[in-house]
């Protein structure tokens, strides 16, 4: 069976990486893309690359009939989602690749985001898309919020030792380094080329990253109790890709074993022998993650690093690991391609 995509927003990075990603999905055909300022324009005019694909043009939402559509991603900006998920047939599955679903309290998206939500029958609806610990839930669901990059793989490295017991809790500090195409396509003076070629700098510094509000709700259920990390990224002058470093409090042969068990049979998450780190290029194009574990010369504290693509295993990837889930495919469907190299 083909399944009918629409892609809304497919005019940004995340939805051209999804349509990439669906060019050799075996079961689904993509039959709308919406792009409301690019409207009327073929998708190869926006993104060249995908000049070989025989594509629907670029529309806005409203001439979109989803009677047609069995899944929709929903790659739309912030605080959009929610007024367009909510005109969707009940028949339509949806997978948002925004902020707008991430968090289950009305209070904290008002808090991160600084606006009331204007869907809470809707917020109340959706599942959490980390595919690897919401799998079951996400089968069953009409509606996945997918996380955000940097709340991924933060998640992939810390979750298991969490969850485990095998760290102190109180002493987590956790350092991103993040590609640029993570802060999406439209024009902004810090990401100019002069102002970002060989330069690195440190943003959201002191806890104002909104990522922290995943990570706050995410590692609090896990443990039973309130916990929150140090968390800094970085914007570093690369086009793709996510490096977290994790410094934290317990024996590193226990954390090795704690994250070997957790990802033991998942088919991502590739954790790699004691002492080894992964690298961004291991994994550039593609929907894996590569965990490393290193022991530290201080006794007791132990480094942990992950690498993952931004825009895939981060958002799109992960979306349609997501669908083929709530398609009832298997997960791993049209995902398969290695990394680019080099």
Not at 6 to 21: F, H, M, P, Q
Not at 50 to 62: E, F, G, N, S
Not at 72 to 94: D, E, G, N, R, W
Not at 164 to 183: E, H, M
Request: hydrophobic share 45%; aromatic share 8%.
């Amino acid at each position: 069976m083909t399944y009918k995509i629409a892609i809304l927003g497919a005019s940004g990075y995340t939805g051209a990486e999804l349509v990439r990603l669906i060019a050799t999905h075996p079961q689904m055909e993509i039959v709308a893309l919406s792009g409301d300022r690019k409207a009327g324009m073929a998708m190869h005019e926006v993104y060249p690359h995908l000049r070989h694909m025989d594509l629907p043009a670029l529309c806005k939402i409203d001439e979109i009939d989803f009677a047609d559509v069995d899944l929709a991603f929903c790659a739309l900006p912030h605080a959009t989602s929610q007024a367009v998920i909510k005109t969707l047939p009940a028949t339509t599955k949806v997978v948002d690749l925004s902020a707008d679903f991430r968090l289950r309290d009305a209070d904290e998206f008002e808090k991160w985001y600084g606006k009331p939500h204007s869907a809470t029958d809707l917020q109340a609806e959706a599942v959490y898309g980390l595919t690897e610990f919401y799998r079951e839930k996400i089968k069953t669901a009409r509606l996945v919020a997918g996380t955000g990059c940097n709340a991924a793989t933060g998640q992939f490295v810390l979750r298991p030792l969490i969850a485990a017991g095998v760290i102190d809790f109180d002493q987590i500090i956790l350092d991103l380094k993040v590609a640029v195409s993570g802060a999406g396509r439209s024009l902004k003076e810090h990401l100019l080329y002069g102002e970002l070629e060989d330069n690195a700098f440190a943003y959201a510094i002191g806890g104002q990253h909104r990522h922290l509000g995943e990570f706050d709700q995410e590692f609090s259920a896990i443990a039973g109790r309130p916990v929150r990390i140090q968390f800094t990224p970085h914007l570093i002058p690369s086009t793709r890709g996510i490096l977290a470093t994790a410094y934290v409090h317990g024996e590193a042969g226990a954390v090795h074993y704690a994250l070997a068990d957790a990802y033991r049979d998942e088919p991502f998450i590739k954790v790699l022998p004691t002492g080894q780190a992964p690298n961004m290029k291991h994994v550039r194009g593609s929907n894996f993650c590569h965990i490393g574990v290193v022991a530290d010369r201080l006794e007791n504290r132990t480094i942990v690093i992950a690498a993952l693509d931004n825009l895939t295993k981060g958002s799109s990837g992960q979306a349609i690991q997501n669908a083929n889930l709530m398609l009832g495919l298997d997960e791993t469907t049209g995902l398969m391609n290695a990394p680019v190299f080099p």
